[in-house]
């Protein structure tokens, strides 16, 4: 992973306190805590009523959703959590704002070229998002990427519209070559894009035999680098494209094959999530100049598409840091326009028709993840001190002193003697000194001093340096109803953050901080990086849990990728996905799915729940025939055991 930008500036946020609720807390300063007015884009806000909504209806704070009384309809309707739910009322507006954008730059620079924007499909394949993004897109003609025959038969049967591209990316086997090049015999636009020379072969090959002269495109594999977490996926590393040298030699072996007039695109990819919009001009300016050679070489050409790298900012700080991006999709749209336009006036190259893959950008916002709060672990002691035996080990005696003469004066020398004693308390009870129970004591007394430091930590305004990261050891574990890996594969896999905050009861000031554990039993099966004002937090600012009284959490922005990358840990499946949209003024649930059922995941990794219902079956009369449990009994465990294979993978209240 490539190193972080400097740390971000801004106005510190209010921070959490581990004391009781202060006077004076409002929603306004909850939305300030967790940034959801820098992130939320203007679709997510906070509620006079402490409640995080949801805005369906542009600029219309009448319509706003509550997030909590959606999740309390969706139980009134039998759904449990966890629940993912999709908007598509915000993947909407994220197509219209793209394309928008790019028709508004170029009618200001009087650019000649068009606009088509394509989805590519790899970030999020579910049928919903495929069929909402070609029914809406038809207006701006927006067309679909296809990088794999599955990919592309989806592609097939849902875009129709013969002004939209379908490009087709990827390694193609003979079978894709033929879908691809008999839907452009139908009639639409479809752009088999060269990844390798030996493609062109092929791809000749079999229009000669189907009777059409295809439409080709070059992915080219700039020099240039983009910036953030994929810069390897271009410059001269990236494992896709062609260099220069091999360009070359696609175009004279076109030119042999008399096949010259059918090279229309030029295709470029700098990486995924790129966060300075320095490196998307710098790669632009690469790629023009290539494109302007190619029609000097005799190719028609016509058509630049400039990939995906278009960036979501997670964090909402509007900087270079790699979960953010120092630029809007107005701003990207102005410099790709006005960097192509330039180049290809000096060069006297007619304007090209401009194709983006924006994927991350499209869906990013349309779901968010909600979960409920199972249980707490706490590491924070009570108001009251802990219990003092009659004759306490030598160290726990130190202890107590300790935490008779802490004040602020000395809080760096008591932390230091607290974890000392501790310490040597717990080197006691290895060699056999002190008791379980004298340890045990010796620790909340640690714990006890430790979190009466953090308390007076919140009254000051300069806290030295070695006492910041002292708020890392008085963490509360918040155990949430959901699969890290499931639905956030990439806050695991490649340090991805997400917004993630309380979805209600933000009239209420957070007093404890907080990591989200899941319910994998993985130790990795947690979330302990946060979006923050200055770099990234490792704790999450969180209202006392009350056992009995639900607590909702919610993680945003992860339409992209999360959908179709989670892999089945422990077993745990699909969560419930629930559409919503405005209608007529009020919300609306469509596109309800049910989760995956034990037996659902049972059955991916090729278990036969028939055959498992039999063992145990067999199991249970041997347990009859011992005498171990009654015929009656049989009976209710056999019961248990089938309900179970129907049952929600996740926990059900």
Known sequence: ?????????????????????????????????????????????????????VRLTEDDENYDISLKNIVDGLADRGTQL?????????????????????????????????????????????????????????????????????????ALAHMHDPEAYIICNGYKD????????????????????????????????????????????????????????????????????????????????????????????????QGSQIPNIASIREGATEAVRMYCDLVREGAPMGILDIGGGLAVDYDGSHTNFTSSCNYSISEYCADIIEVISSICQKQNIAHPNIISESGRAVVSYYSVLVFNILDVTSVQSSDDEPATPENPHDQLKNLIEVNRVLCKKNLQECVNDALYYRDQLRAQFFHGNATLRERGLGEAWSWHILTRVSKLLTEMDDIPEDLRELSSSLTDFYYGNFSLFQSLPDSWAIDQLFPVMPIHRLEERPRHRAVLADITCDCDGKIDRFIDREDVAKILPLHEF????????????????????????????????????????????????????????????????????????????????????????????????????????????
Not at 27 to 46: C, M, N, Q, R, T
Not at 186 to 215: D, F, T
Not at 553 to 565: K, M, N, P, S
Request: with cysteine.
């Open 174 to 269: 003979e079978e894709f070559i033929d879908l691809a090049l008999h839907a452009q015999k139908m009639g639409l636009r479809v752009i088999l894009v060269l990844e390798m020379p030996s493609e062109l072969h092929s791809i000749i090959k079999r229009s000669e035999a189907i009777g059409i002269r295809p439409n080709l495109g070059v992915r080219v594999r700039l020099a240039t680098r983009g910036s953030g977490h994929w810069q390897e996926s271009a410059g001269d590393k990236s494992v896709f494209g062609l260099n220069a040298a091999q360009v070359i030699e696609v175009v004279d072996r076109l030119k042999d094959y008399g096949y010259l007039d059918c090279l229309k695109m030029l295709h470029y990819h």
């Open 546 to 653: 009350k056992p009995g009284t639900p607590y909702y959490v919610a993680v945003f922005l992860v339409g992209a990728y999360q959908e179709t990358l989670g892999d089945l840990h422990n077993l745990l499946g699909d969560t419930h996905v629930v559409g919503v949209h405005m209608e007529n003024g009020k919300p609306v649930y469509t596109h309800e799915v049910e989760g995956d059922t034990v037996a659902d995941v049972l059955s991916y990794v090729e278990y036969d729940t028939k055959e498992l219902v039999g063992r145990f079956r067999s199991f249970a009369e041997q347990a009859v025939s011992k005498g171990n449990i009654s015929p009656s009994e049989r009976r209710e465990v056999m019961d248990l055991f089938r309900n179970g294979l129907s049952g929600y993978t996740y926990f059900e209240s």
């Open 82 to 154: 966890p629940v993912l739910l999709r908007f598509r009322d915000l993947l909407h507006s994220r197509i219209a704002e793209l394309n928008n954008s790019f028709h508004k730059a170029i009618k200001d620079l009087n650019y000649q070229g068009s606009y088509r924007g394509v989805y590519p499909i790899k970030v999020n394949q579910q049928r919903q998002v495929i069929e909402e993004i070609t029914e809406f897109g038809k207006q701006y003609h927006y067309g679909l990427e296809a990088g794999s025959k599955p990919e592309l038969i989806a």
């Open 1 to 53: 992973m490539s190193p972080s930008p400097s740390k971000k500036k801004k106005k510190p946020a209010p921070a959490p306190t581990t004391g009781k609720s202060q006077k004076g807390w409002s929603p306004s300063k909850s939305a300030e805590l967790y940034g959801i007015d820098d992130w939320g884009h203007g679709y997510f806000h906070v509620s006079r009523q402490g409640e995080v909504t």
